[in-house]
Every structure is written in C-alpha cells, then in structure tokens.
C-alpha cells in the first residue's frame, strides 16, 4: 500500500515472538499483527529495536517481513527496519524488505565505525537512492551512539532523502527545535509537506502530540494497542487532560520494564522480555522467550508483569 | 520569605551580569530581578549553571546572593545554588546562602569524584541534616556526569529529604515515571505533598506541565520572563493549545542560543553570552561579557541575537 | 594450519583493498599477503576493524578470507573477524570462516543492544560450543560501546572457552591487571597455558611486550609489517632500547593517520584511507578507496602520506 | 626550592590523613611525607585526587599544603593541585598555592561547565600569566570529562605556558605521539628542553618510562615509595627485565584498590580507603578514613588489604 505522508499516529514496532529452537513463531506473529490492527494502530514497524532486528539473522528477517506484510494484508503500512553497521550492508536488508512488500526502510547512522556527519548524510542519500521506498531515518544514541543533529534531519528532510525521523534519542528540546526548523505542524511552508516525526518514547506520547510530532512508535503498544490509539484519538481531539489520563494509566503500565532483577540481567532483556510474557499472558504469543543471548524472565519476574497487567486492566486479548 | 510547598511557577536561573572588569555588577543584577519579578515570576534561581556559578569566585558568589534576596525584597522566593564538587564543600555554600537570605539551596550530585549511589543519598541527607533550609536535587547529567535515579529521588522525597528536584537531564520519560512513583499530580497520597518537580527544559514547558510537572527553571526566561508566565498561566487554566503557541514562540527565539559561531567557541558560551546580549538589547543590563574563559559573543553574532528579538516582537524591557 | 598456543609476535588486521566499483580487489589482496609474509609476520586478522568489516557484505567478507586463506597457503594462521550486533549473527559468520578455511575466529560483545555482563560471557561460550576453531575476544570499546572486565576474561581464559584475547581499548593498566590475573608470563601456573594476549595497541608495542603480551595487532603494520617484525625480535632478544628505537620511527610514520582533513572526514576514514594510499604508493595495492559512505582522501592528504613515507625511508615494497 | 626542569622521577599524589573529625590530620600527614622522602621520592603532589582535593574545603586545602611543605623542608619540591572548576576559582587556589609555599601548580581544564578547546587554551594562559609559579596541565578525563589534545598541550608546552603534563587519561598511545610531538627524549630539539611529561599510571610505570616519560605519579606510591624509586632507577639504569619485575610486584599489591564491597561503595572510595588503610597498617598515619560522602572500608576489607600487604612483604614502616 502507498505510505500516507506524512505517516501519522500509532506505529508499534512489532515483536518478534520465538519458539523453543528461537525460531521466529509465525503464528504467534501473525496473531500479534492481528491484535495491533484490530487495536486500530495506523501502521506497523517490523524490524525495529524492539522486534530484536539485532538478534536475529538473515533469513529470520526475511521471516519476519514477510510474516507481518502477509498479516497485514494492506490494511496498514508496513515499514521495515534495515539495521545494519554501514550503507552497504543496509542496502542488502533494503533489497530483501522491498522485495518482502515492505512499505517504507528505517535505517539509522553507521554504528560500530566512527562515522564524520558528512559521510552520515551520503549514507542516507545513498540508500534512498538505490531503493525505491520512502526512507526513515532511525536517530537511536543509546544503540548507535552518536546522534542526528537538527541541521542534518532538516537538510535531508527537506531535498527529500527522508520521508520521516522515529526519533529515540530522548531528546524532546531537540525534536521541537527540528518541528520548528521545519516550519511547525505547517511543514509544507519549507518545503516538507509530507515529512513525518515519530516519537520512540512511550513515556510522554500527550507531551509530543502537543508539541507537535506526528506520531509514536511505543514499544508498550504491543502490549496495549488500544490505549496508545485512544491517546492519539483523544489528543487529535484536543482533549488534552483525557490525552494525559491514557498516558498516566500506560506510565503505570510501563513498569513491567522493570520486572527482571536488575543484578542478573540487563535492562533492555528486561524490557523485551516483560512485553513478550504480557503478550503471552494475554493469550497473543506461545511463548516469552526472548532471543539469545538475553537471559529470559523467570516466573517470580512474570509474576510481576502479571499484577501490573492485572492492575491495568488488561486480560485476555482475544 | 516561607517557600511554598511544592513550590510551583516559572522560577528563572537568574544571569550574572558582569562588568568590564569580570566582577559582578550589581546594578544590572538588581536590574534583571526587577525585570524578572514585574514579568510575573513565580521565584528565582540565582547561581545555576545559567547564573555562571561554576565561574564565580566565593566571593562572588556571596555578591549575587545578596544583590538577589535583597532586589528580590521578599516579593518572591530565592533559591541559591551551592554547587560544588562534594559534600563539605558545598556546605560551605549552603553556610554563606543561609546568611544571605536565601529561601531554599539547591545542590547535584558530587562530581569530579566517582561516586556510589549510596554515597550520593548520604551526600543529600547530610547537606539536609546541617542546613536549615529547603533542600532541591539538580539533576544536570550533562555536568555532573551522572544521572539521579527515580528511585532515590523518590527515596530522599518521602523521607522529607529533598523538597523538591530541578530535572535538567532531558529525560522527560524518567520524570513522567518518577511523578507516577510520587503518586502523579496528587502526591500527597505517597507522602510527598509538598515535593516540587521543576523542569530544567525551556523547549518543552507545555509538555512537561502536561505531564503534570510543578513549574519550570527556564534559562530564556531571563530575556522574555512574561512570556513563560503566560505560558504557564494557560497550562494551569487547561488552554493547551494557547500554552503550546506561547512554546512554539519561544521556541523560535531560542534559536538565539546559536548566535555565536561553532568552530570558535563552546555551545555553553554561545547560550550565556546569547541570553546577556538579548538582556543588553532590552535595557535591562549593561554589558553581554560572560566569565572568563568563555569567548564573548562578537558584533555579528549579537546582531544575530537583535534579528531573533525583534522577530519575536522584543523591544526595550523598560 | 594449527594456531599455536599461545599465539604470539607480530599479527596484522589485513587491509581490504577494493577496486573502482568498491568490489574486493582480490589481486591486490593477494598481493598484500604476500607483502605482509614476506615482511615476517606471524599471523594475519582478516576482517578486523582495519579490514573495514563493518564495511564489507557478507559476499564480500566470504571473497576477503577465501583471498586472504588462499595468499597464506599455510605458511601463517589466518585469524577470521567474525563482527556482527549479536550471537546469532556471529554464529552465521563463524560458519562462513570455518568453510573459508580460517585457523580461529575474532568475535566482539554484542553491540547496537545493551548487554548484560552475563548475556556477554554466554555469547563467548555459545560461539566456541557451536563453532569447532579457536576464539579470540576482541575488546574495542571504541566501536562496541562496553569493555570487557578483567575479571570475565580471566573467566573465559581459565574454562577454555577463549584462546586469547585482542585488547584494542587503550586501557594498559587494566591488561597488566589480567596478565596478573592470569599468573604473569607464566601463565601455565594458572590453568590459562596457552592464552594469547594481544594488544591493539600499534605505539606502544615496546611497551605492550615488556608488560608481558604475547604479541600485535598493529593496523600500521600493513604498511611497514618488517619494522614491526625487527621491534618483536628486539624485544624478544631483550633489547628494549632497539625496541623503543624501532617504536619511535613507527610513532613518527603513524602520522599519516591524520593525513586527511579533520573537517571534512572522519578520523577513522583519514586513519584506513592513509594505510591504504601508503600501500598503494609503495606499489602492493591499486587503489586507496576505502568502503562507502567513508570520505576518500584527497590529492593534498595522499601527498602528506607520501612525504611521511620518505621521511620513513620507505619506498616500493617490491 | 626551585623546581628541577624537566621535573623527573617518582611524585606520589600524596593521601590526605583525616582524623575523628574529619579534619585534616597533620600529625599523620607529617609522617607520611618522611615516610615518602625517606623511600626516595623525588617530589610531591599534594592535593591531587588521591589526596582527595575534591572533598576538602579551602581552610582544609591551605593546611594540606601547609603541612606538606613545611615537612618536605626543601628535600623534595612540593606541587600543588588548584583543582576547580574554571578559571576564577583556580586563580583563588593558586594564590593560596603560593602563599602557602608550593614550588608548581597543578589545573585541570575546566569542568562541570563545557568548553571549547580554545577557550581551555585560555584557562592555562591566563593561570600561567597571573601566578608566578610553573604550571603542570592535569590530564584526567575520568573526572574533568574532556581530554587535552596533543596538539593543545604541544602548544603550551612550546609557549612555555605549561611546565609539564600530569596524564592521568591513561591514553598512552596518546602520550607516546605528544612525546615524539615534542621531539622525543631530545626536548630541547623542539624549543621545550624544560618540559615534564608525568604519567599517573601506576601500573605501566616501567612501560611508560621505555616509551620516555620522565616521570610517574603513583597513588599506590603512598603505600611503597621505595618500591616505585628501585623501579625508576632499573629503568634509568636500562635494566627494564629490573623494572619489569619490581611493576610486576607492584601490580599484585594494586590489588588491595579492589578491597571494598562493589556493591555498597564506589571504586574511587575502595581505591582511597585501602591506600590509607594499608599506611594505617604500616604504622604511617592514625585512621583510615575517608573524606564524607566516601563510604569507609569495613574490617573484611581491610583485612584483605593486609593480606596483600603481607604477601607484598610489607610490614610497619617506621
């Protein structure tokens, strides 16, 4: 399906459930992508940071596209993480996504090598050259470590190279400073009429619909699609207080996050591991395995994520 | 003057105003309070990172402080930065605030050091223990080189420790999650009624107020304090949309922070000496020289500075 | 061949030279090996951080070390980078170098995700369980954002899981920590007898062996492999102001790294663009391009390449 | 005393006895600058970060050095440490420095605040033209959080702004290019015959020295002077197989900055705590305290410092 420009609204960066081998579960996957559309999310990241893109191999990738383009069946664009060290290898997942259905690429910075911004800006333009899907820059310090400078989005946003920024960083002050380097929510006035702003934090949805973003990308709306949609909805109202309500109740969801100890395994294995066991106990996944080597949640951590789902409301999905 | 518990507001980190010589000038001090206090400000900051205190001799710092509390005239509270590298010596400082009047010390982290978590709690309960004032964390990762976590933050606010945090490490997320930890808007439910949490971003007031923040520490709120006031007096009467214009606004005149040129001084530099030159333009102080070794802002980057004033319709403050 | 164990002396990360298309130029590779062994060395790192293997596709990464194996002929070891985000990803290259007939492989920790120190001593062991060559662990801060702890090396060192360890974060007091930890030059006496220690350390190699290492991974030494050769033996045979002499001529010579433009490229592209046009102009490769999106050096940054090379005596390899 | 040119040898950051109190201990501090002239040092670095410079107040800091150079009486030179964060303040500091009677000072860049490189340039100028004492640059990135450039220290070398560097930055590949920057062993060739190059890492001491230091400053230089001073002259003397084993010795009594608990104290606060425990235990000073907020060494901690003394064959000093 064409990709609206610019994209809007929620955009869960869709996990990647496993099976017992750490096989990408296709069943399991396609049932999640039900779950999202039916939650009325208005587009899906496949690939991304929160769908282990870096844990998985090839071929598992390949699976993974094609298993969300054939769930999604057209009703909402699918875009395709293509996270890779350098252009050259990210330009071989971006032929495998095009050629898997994928609607739009996400690709961040060279990562690993030290990179000047100059070679940063010939990376993007290179990639948006050579495949023919609108392209998103991906600005993630925390995974990349270094960050996209306002100037630079701006620049590539404006000659047309990105279609969008899922921005990761954090960085709220810099993100309302690259909206209004982009002329404020009228974009169109400098020249970027369809360009997109994707906030990556789930934690203060409200706060970036009011400043102006475009939409989210929460890794919490696996969990609960509905709540991030009724957000978006209620912000788009301008029903501000009701906006903030929806996010308080998921700020109090969202610390399933912290469900593992934090002495025998690391944050992020904590994070992914807490939405997959929500994912299971709501009866959209088989299994909460998490790709290796992360240390998996044990059951005293599910129990956690069990009495904050119960807290929240939230059972059995289907 | 008794502060307010929490303390709530538009509460600006004052500029030091120097003279020729480096020294502070008083005048134009006492100047800006009054320009601060007739803009409608809720308290003030002297001796933040926006007050140049890590530049001002001890002796200057006792200057700012008493041009401040007795400019100030009981009218609004003053909070007085005591920042330094550990414990003993910034009760040193937190000594010399109470003598001159301050209402209330705000102090980081130690830096320099390496310091354990459990270090830094003892590092707050001691400052608290020998100093009869309010007591307010400065979290400035971007300084002091570690970041606060929400669960001492929330530990030294329920056991009456700290009497608010002035957050200035960008990480509204981590702020949402921790005024949830706090029991949200109504924090008395958790035993903190009184805890104040302001934000330290100038670019995200409106959201962060969203987000249910108490007031805000805004460095441009120097140059253009009304307008933060009127910010905030929307947010506070739920006129979302009319606080997210007044932040659209000030957001544009930020852009004055770049005034000075990237390949010859520091972006800390270009921000201070930005702010004195815009409080130049308004009459309100007599020169835009920061402390040494800052490079001053040159006559091409303070026309810069006037070309973003008068595009946000900024005239003589007096 | 077998690796020795330990594996000690002079062991290079092989330049990746690349034709005009950016393709593998296996002919000028070829010949580098070949200049390498001839100059002495005792092993060869195919697909380092030198050998732009973040850089490389995986056709082109099998091309390099079916290129590099085959120029060997036996006649050194053949170490094999094996870098990729996570294990899975390692493990699909850990097979492609087994085929390709490399003698042991090079893995980092996990990058991109943000691993736990248990998550990263599972990585090393699931890799040496499924891959049937010896592992060495590549500890580069600089690209992997983690270092790894004396005390996990020492782990993996003394259960057999690592056959020796390429330490290329700078950090030399820690690495005379581990040599302690390991027992000294006397390793045997700690269980650990045939651990290899080398440094990535390429000006401190005199240094690095009085320490105790037990050889060098010098990217310089693509381009002068006999002078590293000639400071090994020296060391070896105990002369240390020989070795400190050869080390000082090295030191002078490494200033082609920065032979490039600061402005206009990045430091880790003037470094790999500098060894490849010192290669090209003493005769052993085609071309100084260095892989997309690195920025090449210009006819001004090569001619100050040139100059150090003279001033090094250095002229046609062959 | 006049301050020998290049200043050579054995510095040791002296540690900082405190009492009951928490005041400075002279009595305790007396003994321990006989007990390190006696071992053969060749100066003094008073108020460095081992001598927890940080955690003192001015009154505390001026009678350090008091102390300090009234019981050095002239046998050795006395450095100063004026650490602070800018400018202004280090002034303060090093006019105190030269009332009290130091021979040199001691300035990191600026910190807490950011600052351009040029403007850092300026900090050591200004230092240099307003007190009449040589200066030494103070590398430490650990604490300062920027790194001194080669080219900016070979600058204030040549200007004669900096009478020697103090790298603590343990980037010793780094030192070895500023040295051959500076001409090599052979200084004066370069127009900075006077210059002193100090490294602070204690454990490569012998490396440092083959790579052509001029000088160490060993916090471990506390617990065994006379271990550090056989080990500079092995070195001096070119018996480096000498000065290899005397630092092999010295890494495994290293050992003891590791004694306290990692989970309930910081690194700095163990490293601290277990030199001036292991100089309680030889009979140098009264307690082992630490300055407030450090958490102090437990029994079991310093048992294991005593252990290591032992195994060091280390007894009462006097």
Known sequence: MALPAPLRGVVPPVCTPLDAEGEVDTASLTRLVEHLVRGGVHGLFALGSTGEVAYLTDAQRRTVLETVVSAAAGRV???????????????????????????????????????HPLEIAAHFRRIRALCDLPLFAYDIPVSVHSKLSTDLVRELALDGTLAGVKDSSGDEGGLRRLMAALGGPDRAAQGAPG????????????????????????GLGNVDPAAYVRLYDAARGGDWQRAAAEQERLVALFAIVDAGPEDRMGRSSSALGAFKAALRLRGVIERHDTAFPQIPLDDESVARVAKLLADAGLGAAR
């Open 77 to 115: 664009p699918v875009l395709a993480g293509v996270i890779d060290t350098t252009t050259p290898r990210v330009l071989d997942h971006a032929r495998a996504a095009a050629l898997a259905g994928a609607d739009a690429v996400v690709a961040t910075a060279p990562f690993y090598t030290r990179t």
């Open 195 to 218: 360009f997109s702003v994707l906030t990556g934090g789930e934690l203060t949805v409200d706060a970036a619909l009011l400043c102006g973003a475009d939409g989210v990308v929460p």
